[in-house]
């Protein structure tokens, strides 16, 4: 069975702090990993997204996430928060199998910025 | 272009009354999603739509819960005799329907039990 764990559930920070969210899965063949981000009062939106190539992926926002296959790991990180990134943040899981494709999200991680 | 668009936006309803939560996908998506979204338990997958056929449902809760989706567009989720805990924000999204793909976000509905 697929699954995605994230370990951090609320994670309060300064701005200019850095930011490393932690995201794992698991599941035996080829995925696809994605981080979602629900700001508040909005819809939940991309932020970036792996399927193949380089690890080291950056998204929007200044986010970037790195893929390290023997860690099954799919961590988000910033080098510098703002007020502005106070939302919730969702690592999500997307493979093919049986004919049909799969998504499973893990259960979020609140991020609160102090100005 | 217009998104994913759900209504209603807010329901409240009684324990054992029936409801029905609408999705309009982007147009031209031909994979639709429905998930639950509760306080403390993120994004619970609840059934998946490739056109008009629905290849996965293993997130379906209980028998109360269907879902149908018509003409590869508008999809319909149905909760029956709805309870205390069916309260949640109930999430669509559409995607190309390639793989792999990005899932695009409707507002949600909010469902209130009383």
């Known amino acids: 069975a697929q699954s995605v764990s994230q370990h951090n559930h609320h994670v309060i920070l300064s701005e200019a702090a850095s930011l490393e969210l932690g995201c794992n899965y698991s599941?035996?063949?080829?995925?696809?990993l994605f981080w979602y981000v629900q700001y508040p009062g909005q819809h939940l939106q991309l932020l970036l997204k792996?399927?193949?190539?380089?690890?080291l992926v950056k998204g929007i926002k200044g986010f970037e996430a790195e893929f390290i296959k023997s860690k099954f790991s799919f961590n988000l990180r910033k080098p510098s928060v703002q007020w502005s990134d106070t939302a919730e943040y969702f690592c999500?899981?997307?493979?093919?199998?049986?004919?049909?494709?799969?998504?499973?999200f893990g259960i979020g991680t609140k991020l609160q910025v102090i100005p | 272009g217009a998104g994913v668009s759900q209504s209603p936006s807010n329901k409240v309803t009684e324990k054992g009354k029936d409801v029905e939560l609408r999705c309009d996908p982007i147009?031209?998506?031909?994979?639709l999603y429905w998930y639950r979204q509760s306080l403390g338990q993120g994004l619970e997958f609840l059934i998946y739509?490739?056109?008009?056929?629905?290849?996965?449902k293993s997130g379906l809760p209980s028998d109360r819960f269907s879902a149908e989706r018509t003409g590869g567009s508008v999809s319909t989720l149905t909760i029956q005799r709805t309870q205390q805990e069916d309260s949640a924000v109930y999430l669509c999204?559409?995607?190309?329907?390639?793989?792999?793909?990005?899932?695009?976000f409707g507002p949600g509905t909010r469902l209130t039990v009383l």
């Open positions: 999204a559409s995607s190309s329907g390639g793989y792999p793909n990005e899932q695009f």
């Open positions: 599941y035996g063949g080829t995925v696809n």
């Open positions: 792996y399927f193949s190539g380089d690890p």
């Open positions: 999500a899981v997307n493979s093919n199998s049986g004919g049909y494709q799969k998504v499973t």
């Open positions: 147009s031209g998506h031909t994979a």
């Open positions: 739509f490739q056109g008009n056929s629905a290849p996965d």
